[in-house]
């Protein structure tokens, strides 16, 4: 099933285990020797977008090669894309981190967590 996009990669796969966002406002705690910690804002940080998706050989015929296509596009792209998740176009967005988990005992599995970083 198709989870959703970003700029010319499709997600093709068996489920989508979690999608979060994270806002940071930008406030820092400045711990002090002596009295209460101060706050000071250091300046709005960009959103992140955590996605996790499972690959799997029933619904991907190549779970492994599905995984690496992603990766591979990743690195071969510099510039942001549009993320779209369903139906719903989150703007655009630079891919900072991909962790990959595989399992292979009955069925061989591929569990993509993806961290976007959204760009002004």
Same mark, same amino acid.
């Given at each position: 099933?198709?989870?959703g ?8 796969a068996?489920?989508l285990?979690?999608l979060?966002?994270?806002?940071d406002?930008? &406030?820092?705690q400045?711990?002090k020797?002596s009295g *209460?910690?101060a706050?000071?804002k250091l300046?709005d940080r960009?959103s /992140? %977008?955590?996605?996790?998706?499972r690959?799997?050989d029933?619904y991907n015929?190549?779970?492994r090669a599905?995984?690496?296509?992603v990766?591979? &596009?990743?690195k ?5 894309q *549009?993320?779209i998740i369903g ?6 967005f /630079? %891919?900072?981190?991909?962790r990959?988990?595989e399992q292979?005992?009955f069925?061989i ?7 976007f970083?959204?760009?002004?």
């Amino acid at each position: 099933m198709q989870i959703g996009s970003f700029g010319t990669l499709v997600f093709y796969a068996y489920e989508l285990m979690g999608l979060s966002k994270e806002y940071d406002m930008g &406030y820092k705690q400045i711990p002090k020797i002596s009295g *209460a910690t101060a706050i000071q804002k250091l300046g709005d940080r960009p959103s /992140v %977008i955590r996605l996790q998706i499972r690959y799997n050989d029933v619904y991907n015929a190549n779970p492994r090669a599905a995984a690496t296509n992603v990766v591979n &596009y990743a690195k071969t792209t510099t510039t942001p894309q *549009a993320l779209i998740i369903g139906t719903q176009n989150y703007g655009n967005f /630079v %891919i900072s981190n991909i962790r990959v988990a595989e399992q292979n005992y009955f069925r061989i599995r591929v569990d993509l967590d993806i961290e976007f970083l959204e760009v002004a």
